[in-house]
C-alpha cells in the first residue's frame, strides 16, 4: 500500500455501482480517487502506508499536564525502525500514545518523552525529527465503505449537473451538497483527527 492510496478498488467500486463493462472505467477510477481524497480531508489524517520508513520532522510542545515534551506525530501502526532525534542527539526514552493503540487497531498520534531520555527535545519549530514507517497497515472496513458511497456520489454528479438530483415529483430530490454525503460524515466521525496546537 502506498501513501494516500485509494481506499478501495475500481473493481469494488464497480461491483458497489453494479457496473459490468468497462464503458466508464474512466470515470470510475476519477470517482474513486476524489472520494479517497474527499475521505482524508473530511478526517485530517490519510489511511495508506509508506513503503519503508522515512524521516519528518516534527516540533516538541510542553505539556503542561503531563510535565513532559511531547510530539505530535503523523499516524504510526508500527514501531519497526522508530527512531527520534532532537537537536543534540537520540531522544531515546518515549512513551507513543495513545496507549494500546496497537492492541485497539488505532495508530498512535503522540510521542511522550521521559526525563530520563538521554536527551530532551527542544521547543524550536522543526528541531525533531522522527524517523519511522508512517501510516495505517490496513485501511479500516468503515473507510471503505464511506468511500464507496462517497464515490457513488461523485460518480452519479454528471447526471445532476445543476447540483439536484431525483425527482421533486415523486419527492426523491437531493440537492448534492459542497461537502461529503451526511452518511460519509457519520460513518468517519470516529477517525477525525484533531491536531494539537502548538
Not at 449537473?161 to 460524515?185: C, I, N
Amino acid at each position: 500500500m502506498a501513501w494516500a492510496p485509494n481506499y478501495v478498488t475500481d473493481g469494488e467500486l464497480k461491483a458497489y455501482l453494479r457496473i459490468g463493462d468497462t464503458v466508464d472505467d474512466a470515470e470510475v477510477g476519477f470517482a474513486n480517487a476524489a472520494a479517497s481524497r474527499a475521505v482524508d480531508r473530511a478526517t485530517n489524517r490519510q489511511f495508506g502506508l509508506v513503503a519503508a520508513a522515512q524521516a519528518r520532522k516534527y516540533t516538541a510542545r510542553w505539556d503542561k499536564d503531563r510535565a513532559r515534551y511531547v510530539i505530535d506525530i503523523d499516524d504510526l501502526m508500527t514501531a519497526l525502525g522508530l527512531v527520534v532525534t532532537g537537536e543534540n542527539g537520540a531522544v531515546d526514552v518515549f512513551a507513543k500514545q495513545p496507549s494500546n493503540a496497537d492492541l485497539n487497531g488505532v495508530p498512535w498520534t503522540l510521542l511522550v518523552v521521559d526525563p530520563t531520555s538521554t536527551t530532551l527535545p527542544t521547543l524550536k519549530e522543526d528541531a525533531v525529527t522522527v524517523t519511522a514507517q508512517f501510516g495505517w497497515t490496513t485501511v479500516p472496513v468503515a473507510v471503505k465503505q464511506a468511500t464507496l458511497l462517497q464515490a457513488s456520489r461523485f460518480f452519479t454528479r454528471r447526471q445532476a449537473p445543476f447540483g439536484v438530483a431525483g425527482s421533486p415529483e415523486l419527492g426523491s430530490e437531493l440537492r448534492l451538497l459542497a461537502k461529503v454525503d451526511p452518511d460519509v460524515a457519520v460513518v468517519l466521525g470516529p477517525y477525525i483527527r484533531w491536531w494539537a496546537a502548538a
